[in-house]
């Protein structure tokens, strides 16, 4: 089955610095990628995403690229703020399989002031 | 209306209690989930509803139960959980599965 590692678990960046979290994935055939950011009592909320037809999709501050033949999409926060504070979560959705969203672990990204 | 509800927000029973979780969502999504979060991890698939119908069980204990009355509603049934099951219980929905999952804002279930 997918497996989605993801790296940093703990990013923590100065107010105005970008921010970039990584996600390698397993299965060749999964086929979408979204983003969550979930804050502190929270739900995750879908933030960005992106399908393996496309490279790099932008909105705004946030902007996600994906590399099929290296298997790792990362996303990319530029211009952070404060409420940019939360955690992230990367997903890749197994389409060959058992047909789920496999999430990575985590990333608890800090804004400082 | 975009928005995926639950109820209640939180929810404390005992160990012999048998209550229900529900979900709704008014966008069109044929597609509905239940994860379960707990502190500091990722959400963990439970179970998966395709246009009404049950397409995956991640192996979970029979002590939950999953209900999908219609299109727009999503239940879960609990009955004699145990300790560890405590955590929050995420609905989602997506216009099909493959598609961009929107979460409800969770019930915080906690067993005694």
């Known amino acids: 089955g997918e497996n989605v590692e993801q790296h940093p678990s703990t990013l923590s960046v100065q107010e105005g610095d970008s921010a970039v979290i990584k996600c390698t994935y397993s299965?060749?055939?999964?086929?979408?990628f979204p983003w969550y950011k979930q804050e502190l009592g929270k739900r995750p909320q879908l933030i960005i995403d992106?399908?393996?037809?496309?490279g790099e999709k932008k909105d705004q501050r946030i902007a996600v690229t994906l590399n099929k033949t290296a298997k790792h999409f990362s996303l990319h926060i530029t211009e952070t703020q404060p409420e940019d504070s939360a955690v992230y979560f990367c997903?890749?959705?197994?389409?060959?399989?058992?047909?789920?969203?496999?999430f990575g672990k985590g990333t608890k990204l800090t804004v400082n002031p | 209306d975009t928005e995926v509800t639950q109820t209640p927000k939180h929810l404390v029973m005992g160990m012999t209690n048998k209550k229900s979780l529900k979900c709704e969502q008014h966008?069109?999504?044929?597609?509905m989930y239940w994860y379960k979060q707990k502190a500091k991890k990722p959400p963990e698939l439970m179970f998966v509803y395709s246009y009404e119908k049950l397409s995956i069980n991640e192996s979970v204990p029979s002590r939950f139960s999953p209900e999908c009355p219609n299109s727009s509603l999503l239940n879960l049934h609990l009955h004699a959980l145990q300790p560890e099951d405590s955590a929050l219980y995420l609905c989602?929905?997506?216009?099909?599965?493959?598609?961009?999952?929107?979460f409800g804002p969770g019930t915080r279930l906690t067993v005694t």
């Open positions: 997903a890749a959705w197994e389409a060959g399989g058992s047909e789920k969203l496999v």
């Open positions: 966008m069109g999504h044929r597609a």
């Open positions: 299965d060749s055939a999964s086929n979408y």
């Open positions: 992106i399908r393996s037809n496309v």
């Open positions: 989602a929905s997506s216009q099909a599965r493959g598609a961009g999952q929107y």
